[in-house]
């Protein structure tokens, strides 16, 4: 059981928008920033999106991310099939000192 | 360009002790904090811990008795020891680069695959 929450598995067509949404708890997503981490299966993690909602550099701007008091959500744009991956999100939890992630979500484009 | 490489054993048996360690290039160790996480066959992630340049550890309450991070600045690498493993042990475990600002995890080594056998 995972501190955030993410559902398991999201799909959408081609060229249309997604959101993955990542719940928590105000130890964590509602006092500290959120990032998030894409995976493609066979390769370590990759960083989208930092301090809620900032691109690191060489990150297609097709990738969004916002925050609301202790959810937070992740958009993609425009989407392709590249984009086929699990998205993780974490953050900081206050009460546990350390840095936990949400269970993952599988996006499938179809 | 930052780069992180694991290294140490990928087998071992319950009850053994996991030493990894991860060899940075392309940045100093003195600068960040230094992560260790891990992820089981087909699950998610999840985060071990984190060393900084100056010894100071935050670990993951589920495994602090468990774990020992290390850091070597001269050799610009760090080190990972798990004792007492199970086969729940068994993973994929990356090194990274952990900022201290917003703890996001900007730079991951290619993983290295751990399996403890009974």
């Known amino acids: 059981q995972s501190v955030l929450t993410q559902s398991p598995s999201v799909s959408e067509a081609p060229r249309q928008r997604v959101t993955i949404s990542c719940s928590g708890s105000s130890s964590n997503i509602g006092n500290n920033g959120v990032n998030w981490y894409q995976q493609i299966p066979g390769k370590a993690p990759k960083l989208l999106i930092y301090?809620?909602?900032v691109l690191p550099s060489g990150v297609s701007d097709r990738f969004s991310g916002s925050k609301s008091g202790t959810s937070a959500s992740l958009a993609i744009s425009g989407l392709q099939s590249e984009d086929e991956a699990d998205y993780y999100c974490?953050?900081?939890?206050?009460?546990?000192?350390?840095?936990?992630f949400g269970g993952g979500t599988t996006l499938s484009v179809l | 360009q930052v780069q992180l490489q694991e290294s140490g054993p990928r087998l071992l048996k319950a009850s053994e002790t996991l030493s990894l360690f991860c060899t940075v290039s392309g940045d100093s160790i003195k600068t960040n904090y230094w992560a260790w996480i891990r992820q089981p066959a087909g699950k998610g992630l999840e985060w071990i811990g984190r060393v900084s340049a100056t010894g100071n550890t935050n670990y993951n309450p589920s495994l602090k008795s468990r774990v020992t991070m290390s850091i070597d600045t001269s050799a610009n690498q760090f080190s990972l020891r798990l004792s007492l493993v199970t086969p729940a042990d068994s993973a994929m475990y990356y090194c990274?680069?952990?900022?201290?600002?917003?703890?996001?995890?900007?730079?991951w080594g290619q993983g290295i695959l751990v399996t403890v056998s009974s």
């Open positions: 974490a953050a900081w939890d206050d009460s546990l000192n350390g840095l936990v």
């Open positions: 301090y809620d909602d």
């Open positions: 990274a680069r952990e900022q201290g600002g917003d703890d996001s995890i900007d730079h």
